[in-house]
């Protein structure tokens, strides 16, 4: 494995671009307009948002320990670290197509049909918050681990990359590590429900989302192409 300063550099260099990611932001403004307009009052517009990015940190951090307990477990650990590397190249390319031709061919993005899903569980909390108040946090949790679920093809690739690099290491020590990656990927999940919270519309915020996506996309594509290739250059080097 990496030296452990290198490794953790790596890893909360991942995290700060994973999290701004356009996909996750973007479903996060969705929601926050929709609990916004159902909700009519932006204390629970804002314990709602915490909720809700609670459950994606939880949902990241339990799909992880769940591959590298897989990963560890099968002493398949240096083939997921070829894969996991190809993946972060193949993600960056991708990612770096999306700042010239944004959307143009193919992207990372949500699973097909996963923004009708969505629309769908928000009409859902709806009809909980007048019907079944008490259902409504159990509804917010099951839309907060579909919303994980849907976006990985989005947002997956850097997590994988981390998840290799921690799979060539010992799991006590990776947990650690994981707790910090998805702590650092959810804080800005929590700036923008605080910047609604304090009154910033989300049309403003989308607008912002749209004006700096292809920036973001190329901060993460040239993050990933690098650390594709330094993970098989390590490979090489053993």
């Not at 479903?27 to 609990?35: D, N, R, S």
């Not at 700042?99 to 009409?123: D, E, H, N, V």
């Not at 650690?176 to 304090?198: D, E, G, K, M």
Request: glycine share 10%; net charge positive.
């Amino acid at each position: 494995m990496f030296g452990s300063e290198l490794t953790i550099g790596i890893i909360v260099t991942a995290a700060i671009l994973d999290s701004i990611n356009p996909c996750v932001l973007g479903v996060l403004i969705f929601l926050i307009a929709f609990m916004t307009r159902m909700f009519k009052s932006p204390t629970k517009m804002l314990l709602m948002g915490l909720l809700y990015t609670g459950v994606v940190y939880v949902t990241y951090l339990v799909l992880g320990i769940g591959i590298l307990k897989i990963t560890l477990g099968t002493n398949i650990a240096g083939t997921f670290y070829w894969v996991a590397a190809l993946v972060a190249i193949l993600g960056g390319l991708l990612e770096i197509k999306d700042y010239f031709w944004y959307g143009k061919g193919f992207s990372l993005q949500m699973l097909p049909g996963a923004s009708q899903r969505i629309k769908y569980w928000t009409s859902s909390l709806e009809k909980m918050e007048t019907r079944h108040p008490v259902l409504l946090f159990f509804t917010i949790i099951g839309l907060g681990i579909f919303v994980v679920l849907v976006e990985l093809p989005c947002t997956g690739a850097p997590y994988l990359a981390v998840l290799g690099l921690l799979s060539k290491g010992a799991y006590s020590a990776a947990v650690p590590l994981l707790l910090l990656y998805n702590l650092i990927f959810i804080l800005p999940l929590f700036i923008v429900i605080f910047i609604a919270y304090f009154g910033a519309s989300s049309e403003r915020l989308e607008s912002w989302r749209k004006e700096n996506r292809g920036f973001m996309r190329l901060a993460v594509g040239a993050f990933l192409l690098a650390l594709g290739f330094y993970m098989l250059y390590s490979i090489s080097a053993l």
